[in-house]
């Protein structure tokens, strides 16, 4: 489902610009301060689980769902991919492609050892942010006249989550002693985060789309969440360059 044209007359462009100022300046409030942690691994985190061996599921999968619930860039993304959807049953099918993308390349790149720069695959994610914003507004119809397979789509930009998450877990360092377990505490850690983020953000939107702002501001809504996406691009990529 996508947006329908904009239209309204000089106070509805108003109001729109107003909203956008106000969301715009919220954005960057919470995300351009905190990009500096995208992914980040928390030092006491960090050499705690350096320090451990062995099965210790409780602390991994308490290390999950902690970095599911406090990624933004995640977050930002699933908020993207539900927020036209209403029925459960499509909720439940696009958060299980996306939850099937990050789990596979999460599980695989850290057992394998598979790692990517932080940098580039963080710049991807800010993408599919980007993606998912224009996505919501019908753009790619517009500007292209083709619709992607959201479904595919979701399950793609899952994979590269994934790797997103494998990165920052093979940083840890982890003790090879218990680390199947671990990684499944841990995914399971990641699930259960998304499962809690998730019910906040569909309690919020459905609170929303019960007002007549709904869908006055669902158009500015999706261009700061498109705003956040390039802010995290930008930022990952000059990281890669002066890095």
């Known amino acids: 489902m996508h947006l329908p044209p904009r239209g309204g007359g000089p106070n509805a462009h108003a109001s729109r610009r107003l909203a956008l100022a106000r ?17 980040a691994v928390a ?7 350096q320090e451990i061996s062995g099965v210790n599921l409780i602390s991994f999968a308490y290390l999950g769902a902690k970095h599911m619930v406090t990624g933004y ?28 993308g990050h789990s596979t390349t999460m599980l695989l790149g850290v057992y394998l050892n598979v790692g990517i720069n ?6 991807i994610i800010g993408l599919s942010v980007v993606y998912k914003a224009l996505d919501n507004m019908g753009a790619f119809q517009r500007w292209f006249g083709f619709q992607p397979n959201t479904k595919a789509a979701t399950l793609i930009f899952g994979l590269f989550h994934g790797f997103g998450l494998s990165t920052k877990i ?7 002693d218990g680390l199947v377990p671990n990684l499944l505490a841990f995914n399971v850690g990641v699930e259960i985060g998304q499962l809690l983020a998730l019910a906040a953000i569909l309690i919020a939107m459905g609170f929303w789309r019960r007002t007549d702002g709904f869908w006055r501001h669902a158009y500015t809504a999706n261009v700061v969440m498109m705003t956040a996406g390039f802010v995290l691009v930008g930022y990952q990529l000059t990281g890669f360059a002066v890095s």
């Open 118 to 123: 932080s940098y580039l695959i963080d710049a």
């Open 23 to 39: 969301l715009f300046g919220v954005s960057a409030a919470l995300i351009v301060p905190a990009s500096a942690l995208a992914h």
């Open 73 to 100: 860039d995640h977050l930002l993304f699933l908020a993207g991919v539900i927020f036209f959807l209403y029925r459960m049953k499509d909720i439940g099918l696009y958060v299980s492609l996306f939850a099937l």
């Open 43 to 49: 030092e006491g985190d960090k050499g705690y689980i």
């Open 170 to 176: 093979i940083e840890y360092d982890i003790s090879p």
